[in-house]
T-cell receptor
């Protein structure tokens, strides 16, 4: 059974960078056919797809995000990460990592991390 | 971006009721649509993928149908554990987009 365990700070200062990591167990980030993604949820905007990375390193990001986004993978640690720069109050949300098998949408989700932006 | 319009935004129903939730896409998405259930404090859980395929372990009272731009999630006989918020997700084109959710409450 695949499990996704998130880690990272729940509090970020305005203009700073959010870094979240998702550790994968019960599966591998280097196996073909899977996408590893990030989604966030806020009261104002609902569920919002942030971006995804294919197993081969190709990345796809949501162009509506105002803050620069980077998704990367560390196959040696079986982890993938999200970096969101220049955080503002608009980026406050519950952040999830998730896996998509092929082109079938997200099947496994993490427990989520609530991120607050405050000085 | 493909807009997903979900309706209704909320509904009240009784145990045993048949419940139908609809998602309409702003353009055709073939059958690239999934349905998710979310309970308070929990991550979304996928119920249906590729419009009509039941996720392993999900009760058969849940079903999905549709194609192109109009999709439906049906709960044939609502159970106490089904009171939750439901979302659709289109994964036909990037950026993937979610419906705004339907909250199913107890009447």
């Amino acid at each position: 059974q695949l499990q996704l365990q998130q880690s990272g700070p729940g509090l970020v200062k305005p203009s700073e960078t959010l870094s979240l990591t998702c550790s994968v167990s019960g599966g591998s980030t280097s196996v073909s056919g899977f996408y590893w993604g990030w989604i966030r949820q806020s009261p104002g905007k609902g569920l919002e797809w942030i971006g995804s990375m294919y197993y081969n390193g190709s990345t796809y990001y949501n162009p509506s995000l105002k803050s620069p986004v980077t998704i990367s993978v560390d196959t040696s640690k079986n982890q993938f990460s999200l970096r969101l720069s220049s955080m503002t109050a608009a980026d406050m949300a519950l952040y999830y990592c998730a896996r998509a098998r092929g082109w079938f949408g997200f099947d496994y989700w993490s427990q989520g991390t609530l991120v607050t932006v405050s000085s | 971006d493909i807009q997903m319009t979900q309706s209704p935004s909320s509904l009240s129903a009784s145990v045993g009721d048949r419940v139908t939730i609809t998602c309409r896409a702003s353009q055709g998405i073939r059958n690239d649509l999934g349905w998710y259930q979310q309970k308070p404090g929990k991550a979304p859980k996928r119920l249906i993928y590729a419009t009509s395929y039941l996720q392993n372990g999900v009760p058969s009272r849940f079903s999905g149908s549709g194609s192109g731009t109009e999709f439906t999630l049906t709960i044939s006989s609502l159970q106490p554990e089904d009171f939750a918020t439901y979302y659709c997700l289109q994964h036909n084109l990037y950026p993937w987009t979610f419906g705004q959710g339907t909250k199913v409450e107890i009447k």
